[in-house]
């Protein structure tokens, strides 16, 4: 029989990309919104220590029950509410999805966003509702909540702030989609470090909110945490569809060493904060480049040509994100790097202009 995948593979798979990441081996690499800072030698000592002891010959503890205690006091995680853990936010993101996917169920989220939530719709066979920003990247809030209102989404995804645009839209309009929800509402705070403003705390009133988190942008993307909170009701569904040792026991490990050193990272990301408002004026004084406000560790631009300034960056060994499209027209997303890094960034940059 000769091996034919179209035949047997299910057409919405026949159908997606796989997620592509571009080769970066000795380049700036500036595209993936990494902290750029690694953890100071003796910390790595004493974690290489802590690696050291552990019994890798046994299954990790399947719900990582130590590292979820340590979350819920380091991030203020309000009592009554529990946390699920996932192999990265990724992991999550799919769960909630495949939980919630019943037969024509739709996700609702504004876009451009993370390109996940669209992702994962489509692979669980969800009605997926994309309502666009306006053209300043800002939300309509009255015209979401009127599409939740036709649409009825079992799943809405609002990234807060919002990856590519750095975006943080107003509370009041998050807290308008909270109140017209009839479905789960995630909040995904990956970059709650760069923008010092969460409703973790206002988890106790929204029985539909869920806030999605993940150490990834804080300095930790090799790892792979993601943590979820919200009420044990949903917190339990959730934790059926998750694979038995989604989180391994080095990252469990590695986490909650992390965490008792929490300081470190966020003294980290006051630096990459402090760096993005420097670089952020210093691209908008280039000539045509238009930098969107952020909240988050990188910068939106709008350029005259984003193909050509994307070219010419690399050529320069400076590897940015090109989203150059019908929806993000001459759009380029740099993360904020150390100092050192947005010099050589700037000057590429402004020969990449010519
Ligand atoms: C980067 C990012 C994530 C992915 O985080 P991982 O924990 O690394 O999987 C999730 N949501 C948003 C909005 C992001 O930008």
Redesign the pocket.
Same mark, same amino acid.
């Given at each position: 029989m000769p091996l034919n995948p179209q035949e047997l593979v299910r057409p919405e798979i026949l159908a997606a990309k796989a997620y592509e990441v571009p080769e970066a081996e000795g380049m700036v690499k500036l595209d993936a919104?990494e902290n750029p800072y690694s953890l100071p030698p003796e910390m790595r000592r004493e974690l290489a220590e802590v690696l050291c002891g552990l019994e890798l010959n046994r299954y990790p503890e399947p719900t990582g029950k130590k590292l979820r205690d340590a979350l819920a006091r380091r991030m203020q995680v309000p009592a009554g509410m529990e946390l699920l853990l &996932?192999n990265?936010?990724?992991?999550l993101?799919q769960i909630i999805t495949f939980t919630l996917a019943r037969p024509g169920a739709a996700m609702m989220y504004p876009v451009p966003?993370?390109v996940?939530y669209g992702a994962n719709a489509r692979l669980s066979g969800m009605k997926a509702v994309a309502v666009p920003l306006r053209d300043d990247f800002s939300l309509d809030a009255g015209a979401f909540v009127e599409r939740m209102r036709a649409e009825r989404p079992a799943l809405v995804f609002i990234?807060y702030p919002?990856?590519p645009t750095g975006t943080l839209y107003p509370e009041e309009d998050v807290l308008a989609v909270l109140r017209a929800a009839e479905g789960v509402v995630v909040l995904?705070e990956?970059?709650h470090v760069f923008a010092q403003k969460s409703f973790m705390p206002r988890l106790t009133e929204f029985p539909n909110l869920v806030v999605?988190r993940?150490?990834?942008?804080l300095g930790l993307?090799g790892i792979?945490? &993601?943590y979820l909170a919200g009420r044990p009701e949903w917190i339990r569904e959730f934790n059926k569809a998750r694979q038995a040792y989604n989180v391994n026991a080095l990252t469990q490990a590695a986490a909650i060493y992390a965490l008792e050193h929490l300081e470190v990272l966020e003294e980290q990301a006051a630096r990459i904060r402090k760096e993005r408002a420097a670089l952020g004026a210093a691209l908008a004084a280039l000539p045509g480049v238009k930098v969107v406000p952020s909240e988050a560790n990188f910068l939106l631009l709008r350029v005259p040509d984003a193909d050509r300034a994307d070219a010419r960056l690399r050529r320069q060994g400076v590897l940015v994100k090109n989203l150059n499209g019908p929806s993000m027209p001459n759009c380029l997303r740099v993360t904020v790097g150390t100092p050192d890094e947005n010099r050589i960034l700037l000057t590429a940059f402004r020969e990449a202009l010519q």
């Amino acid at each position: 029989m000769p091996l034919n995948p179209q035949e047997l593979v299910r057409p919405e798979i026949l159908a997606a990309k796989a997620y592509e990441v571009p080769e970066a081996e000795g380049m700036v690499k500036l595209d993936a919104m990494e902290n750029p800072y690694s953890l100071p030698p003796e910390m790595r000592r004493e974690l290489a220590e802590v690696l050291c002891g552990l019994e890798l010959n046994r299954y990790p503890e399947p719900t990582g029950k130590k590292l979820r205690d340590a979350l819920a006091r380091r991030m203020q995680v309000p009592a009554g509410m529990e946390l699920l853990l &996932g192999n990265g936010s990724d992991d999550l993101i799919q769960i909630i999805t495949f939980t919630l996917a019943r037969p024509g169920a739709a996700m609702m989220y504004p876009v451009p966003t993370f390109v996940m939530y669209g992702a994962n719709a489509r692979l669980s066979g969800m009605k997926a509702v994309a309502v666009p920003l306006r053209d300043d990247f800002s939300l309509d809030a009255g015209a979401f909540v009127e599409r939740m209102r036709a649409e009825r989404p079992a799943l809405v995804f609002i990234a807060y702030p919002n990856n590519p645009t750095g975006t943080l839209y107003p509370e009041e309009d998050v807290l308008a989609v909270l109140r017209a929800a009839e479905g789960v509402v995630v909040l995904d705070e990956a970059y709650h470090v760069f923008a010092q403003k969460s409703f973790m705390p206002r988890l106790t009133e929204f029985p539909n909110l869920v806030v999605l988190r993940t150490v990834s942008k804080l300095g930790l993307a090799g790892i792979r945490l &993601g943590y979820l909170a919200g009420r044990p009701e949903w917190i339990r569904e959730f934790n059926k569809a998750r694979q038995a040792y989604n989180v391994n026991a080095l990252t469990q490990a590695a986490a909650i060493y992390a965490l008792e050193h929490l300081e470190v990272l966020e003294e980290q990301a006051a630096r990459i904060r402090k760096e993005r408002a420097a670089l952020g004026a210093a691209l908008a004084a280039l000539p045509g480049v238009k930098v969107v406000p952020s909240e988050a560790n990188f910068l939106l631009l709008r350029v005259p040509d984003a193909d050509r300034a994307d070219a010419r960056l690399r050529r320069q060994g400076v590897l940015v994100k090109n989203l150059n499209g019908p929806s993000m027209p001459n759009c380029l997303r740099v993360t904020v790097g150390t100092p050192d890094e947005n010099r050589i960034l700037l000057t590429a940059f402004r020969e990449a202009l010519q």
